[in-house]
């Protein structure tokens, strides 16, 4: 283990860390110079797609089911938040416990199968989970929980405008980026990739794949909750786009134009994204057609995603 | 020295020339609707005609007023509906949206509304709820509601026989307050709910639900949805017989483009309630033609016809204030103006949000009853304005609480 540490460490770390304090020099600046609101929605985004990466970049299993903790984990945060009436701290932490829950009972179905099979079982899984969405009380049905109140963090600072709940949002982003960057490189993420590279040999290795893969699951669906709770505190309403099984496949368009299996690419993949949907909202339809087309362009030009490729060029890792 | 005094002066003399002559007032609307779905003919692309019909007109001799418009698609989604209002308040300094023709969207956006402080103004969204227990200080329910289409189609069709009832409900706050606000003036009337079965939102496939509606032997089936769901739900009840069978239809929200879709061999019959049809009067006919060269073949709605009243209020209520007014300072003029339009004629706003004007209960013509394209409705009974809407007391506005 101590070896190859070692030689990874000199050039990619400061590469690392440059491109970190670029990042969170950006998180300071960004809120005067562009719109907040578009800024949150990209932080959430970002962090969900970072979630996702976790699971496929680093331990290879392609879940195709990451809206239902996303979508979930934001009904609860709505729900405990304009019933309950939580602090908005608390109706996140309860959105994101709840994707835990569920992380731990579908992860525990679906990484039984690798592949094609389990991308399925995480598919039929999440639209079972949409139904109840679409069918049950609380959830408000095609109407969704709306007027959530952003209430006051800790009970003291009110939220409501937005430059105030952007911090907010900012350090739960840095908090799911943090954890992410721990578990890939600690020992146990050494372990994941060591599995997504060859799993008999980990086996034969003695390691117990399968919890190994657990574990990887829950975190992946605990900070994709994270994500989908902030983002129905900030947006003050939880709805079934949030669950649907588009939602799913959006990730991992993100995921993929930003770079699989890079730190940051999940992050640029988010923006990419969100700010084609913002900025480019007056072609309505057309939206779609314009994000297949840099979809089929990515695939074919550059297939390690925009960071994948910069880190390519400049040699260093993202 | 000499440059400033000039400079003085010739602020002076702007000043006097705005005082002399009217204020100066600039606006910007934000036209949102259903541009691509099943809503998209009842609202839509028809909206943002009509919009730029009212904008053309009251500004055409007033040239101290502008006023610009953009216009946006929600997607009958309540958070890409709230996510827009928030950027068009926000960024784009919208001062008004108005139209949305979901339920679900315009509670969403009337949220966003009251909390910006703006305006909306709720031209195609039908749920009562938005000038009832969901009212706000900074929303306006132009056209129509569910309380108003169930006290037209319901009582009538109780009325004349049809006591027993079962719904076919769209499964969302427009369908649910349609529904029940229903199901109130039947049991009220004497007739009796059967059962009801609820669908999602833009369905294809309704036979088992009216395969439901059959088994249950009611005499109504009442379709508690609109648009794209009601032209589907009426073609699909037509294959299984359901009217050869001796049940009747109700549509409990049907529009005049509903019924074009649908042609008058199917549409026959129906019985429908509607605030303003276009061809009532020479000037509704006017400006149907004026409207058409936009939309050419379609005929307009009462959505449209909203929107269109919707924004020349508007623009009345903003030019008499002047300044840049807010969302709260602009609805309280605009319920204390009478309203006065060429299609709805001389009404008012109410406390609660409510706009007020006389309701029509149609019958869709037979096929050779109809002499020209567009030919759609005759006229049963004309709903008096005071009559036509929700008792003032009754919606639990907490808007009229106060006073």
């Known amino acids: 283990m101590e070896t190859p540490r070692a030689t990874a460490n000199t050039p990619s770390k400061t590469g690392e860390r440059i491109a970190f304090a670029v990042m969170v020099a950006a998180l300071i600046a960004a809120p005067f110079f562009a719109y907040p609101l578009f800024l949150m929605q990209a ?13 496929i970049g680093y331990g290879g299993l392609l879940s195709f089911g990451h809206a239902l903790y996303f979508g979930w984990a934001s009904y609860l945060a709505a729900h405990s938040a304009k019933v309950w009436g939580f602090t908005p701290e608390l109706a996140i932490l309860t959105g994101a416990a709840t994707a835990a829950v569920f992380g731990l009972v579908t992860g525990a179905l679906a990484i039984r199968r690798q592949g094609i099979y389990f991308a399925m079982i995480t598919l039929a899984l999440a639209q079972m989970m949409f139904f109840f969405a679409l069918q049950m009380k609380f959830t408000g049905g095609e109407d969704g929980i709306q007027a959530v109140p952003r209430g006051k963090l800790f009970g003291l600072f009110d939220l409501t405008s937005h430059m105030a709940m952007y911090p907010v949002v900012a350090v739960f982003f840095l908090a799911g980026f943090l954890i992410i960057h721990r578990v890939i490189n600690s020992p146990f993420g050494e372990v994941l990739k060591a599995i997504r590279e060859n799993e008999p040999r980990a086996i034969s290795l003695g390691y117990k794949t399968e919890r190994y893969k657990l574990v990887a699951f829950v975190l992946s669906a605990t900070l994709a909750g994270m994500a989908g709770a902030t983002k129905a505190i900030v947006f003050q309403i939880a709805s079934l786009t949030d669950v649907y099984w588009t939602m799913s496949g959006e990730v991992i368009l993100m995921t993929l ?3 699989l299996g890079t730190l940051f690419g999940p992050v640029v993949g988010a923006i990419t994204i969100i700010a084609m949907q913002t900025y480019l909202n007056a072609f309505e339809q057309w939206v779609t057609v314009i ?10 030009l550059f297939r390690r995603g925009i960071v994948g490729e910069l880190a390519r060029a400049l040699k260093i890792k993202l | 020295m000499k440059r400033m005094i000039s400079m003085t002066a010739l602020t002076i003399a702007l000043a006097a020339g705005t005082a002399h002559a009217q204020q100066q007032v600039t606006v910007k609307i934000g036209v949102m609707s ?9 609202g839509g692309p028809g909206s943002v005609a009509a919009a730029k019909m009212a904008i053309a007109d009251y500004t055409k001799d007033r040239p101290n007023v502008k006023v610009e418009m953009i216009s946006g698609d929600h997607q009958n989604k309540p958070d890409v509906g709230s996510n827009l209002a928030n950027q068009w308040f926000d960024v784009d300094k919208v001062d008004m949206i108005i139209d949305i023709p979901n339920s679900g969207v315009a509670l969403a956006v009337s949220q966003v509304a009251s909390q910006k402080n703006k305006l909306f103004i709720v031209s195609g969204a039908a749920s009562s709820d938005l000038s009832g227990s969901k009212c706000n200080a900074n929303t306006i329910h132009w056209t129509y509601d569910t309380w108003m289409l169930a006290n037209g189609t319901g009582k009538a069709m109780v009325k004349t026989g049809g006591d027993t009832w079962f719904f076919l409900t769209a499964d969302y706050a427009f369908g649910h307050a349609l529904e029940r606000d229903t199901d109130a003036v039947v049991v009220k009337n004497g007739g009796k709910v059967l059962g009801k079965v609820r669908h999602p939102l833009n369905t294809n496939d309704f036979s088992s639900f009216l395969l439901q509606a059959q088994a249950s032997k009611a005499k109504v089936v009442g379709l508690a949805n609109a648009g794209g769901d009601t032209i589907n739900s009426i073609k699909q009840a037509a294959e299984f017989g359901i009217v ?9 929200l049907v529009f005049a483009s509903d019924v074009a879709a649908l042609g008058l061999p199917t549409a026959q019959g129906l019985a429908l309630t509607e ?9 509704n006919r006017a400006w149907t033609k004026r409207w058409q060269v936009e939309r050419p073949g379609k005929f307009p709605t009462m959505i449209h016809a909203g929107v269109y009243a919707g924004i020349t209020h508007y623009l009345k209520a903003r030019e008499s204030m002047g300044g840049a007014p807010d969302g709260k300072a602009i609805t309280e003029k605009m319920k204390s103006m009478p309203t006065d339009d060429i299609l709805f004629g001389k009404g008012e706003i109410r406390a609660d949000g409510r706009k ?4 029509y209960l149609f019958e869709v013509k037979k096929p050779e009853e109809s002499k020209y394209p567009g030919d759609f409705y005759k006229t049963r009974a004309t709903i008096p304005a005071a009559e036509a809407f929700r008792p003032l007391a009754e919606g639990g506005c907490s808007l009229v609480n106060k006073s």
């Open chain 2, 275 to 283: 605030t303003w049809y276009w061809d009532v009067n020479d000037a």
């Open chain 1, 257 to 259: 134009v930003g770079g």
């Open chain 2, 244 to 252: 050869k069978g001796g049940q009747s239809l109700a549509g409990l």
């Open chain 1, 43 to 55: 932080l959430c985004f970002a962090l969900f797609a970072c979630a996702f990466n976790l699971l």
């Open chain 2, 356 to 359: 007020i004007h006389d309701a």
């Open chain 1, 291 to 300: 994000q297949g087309t840099i979809f089929v362009a990515c695939v074919l």
């Open chain 2, 34 to 42: 259903d541009m691509s779905s099943l809503y998209a003919d009842i």
